[in-house]
């Protein structure tokens, strides 16, 4: 069965780069059914999608955020990460990987998530 | 900057139908992309309840049911249980000038009376 663990510093200073990792147990980054995502959520909050990647290392990003973004991927390590830049208070979330699909009829559904990883903006 | 409109809150007692409607637009939900549903119980990450619009995964009970129409689509939860005490999200894909992206619903957290 298919599992994701991210992990990373829980605590980052303003204005620097956040950088998680998750990586996937049970099941290879490499196949070509599923892109890799990014998802996080202020607490309280609701869930905003941050971006995807492809096993090829095709990404797509939400635009609102493509400007600091990268996210790749290390298929010799069955791993994917994220890369967000200039940081500020507005980025403390819980930040979530995910699996999504592109098999029908579950194409475009995160089938499995990560437990989350809680990330804080602060000096 | 949710695109998708939730209700913030339903309620019910046990064994009661409660529904909850994702209103979206021509963008997203109009524009043909699939429905897919999530519940997010406290302290968890969110789990995959209906994909495709109306499909369970292996293991989610038939009490939960998906439907979409138009720009639009519900969830519905019948024989109400206590467990289904959580947030549901909604989430699509929606593609327009501004670009592509995944999104989900403003979140609607059920409460059993």
């Known amino acids: 069965q298919v599992q994701l663990q991210e992990s990373g510093p829980g605590l980052v200073k303003p204005s620097q780069t956040l950088s998680l990792t998750c990586t996937v147990s049970g099941g290879s980054i490499s196949s070509g059914s599923y892109y890799w995502s990014w998802i996080r959520q202020p607490a309280g909050k609701g869930l905003e999608w941050i971006g995807r990647?492809?096993?090829?290392?095709?990404?797509n990003y939400n635009p609102s955020l493509k400007s600091r973004v990268t996210i790749s991927v290390d298929t010799s390590k069955n791993q994917f990460s994220l890369k967000l830049s200039s940081v500020t208070a507005a980025d403390t979330a819980v930040y979530y990987c995910a699996r999504v699909s592109i098999v029908v009829p579950i194409a475009g559904a995160f089938d499995i998530w990560g437990q989350g990883t809680m990330v804080t903006v602060s000096s | 900057q949710s695109v998708l409109t939730q209700p913030p809150s339903v309620s019910g007692a046990p064994g009661q139908r409660v529904t909850i409607s994702c209103t979206g637009s021509s963008s997203n939900i109009g524009a043909g992309y699939d429905v897919h549903w999530y519940q997010q119980l406290p302290g968890t990450a969110p789990k995959l309840l209906i994909y495709?619009?109306?499909n369970r995964p292996s293991g989610v009970p038939d009490r939960f049911s998906g439907s979409k129409s138009g720009t639009s689509a519900s969830l519905a939860i019948t024989g109400l249980q206590a467990e289904d005490e959580a947030d549901y999200y909604c989430?699509?894909?929606?593609?327009?000038?501004?670009?592509?992206?995944?999104?989900f619903g403003t979140g609607t957290k059920v409460t059993v009376l």
């Open positions: 989430q699509s894909y929606d593609s327009s000038l501004s670009g592509s992206n995944y999104v």
């Open positions: 495709g619009n109306s």
């Open positions: 990647i492809y096993t090829s290392g095709s990404t």
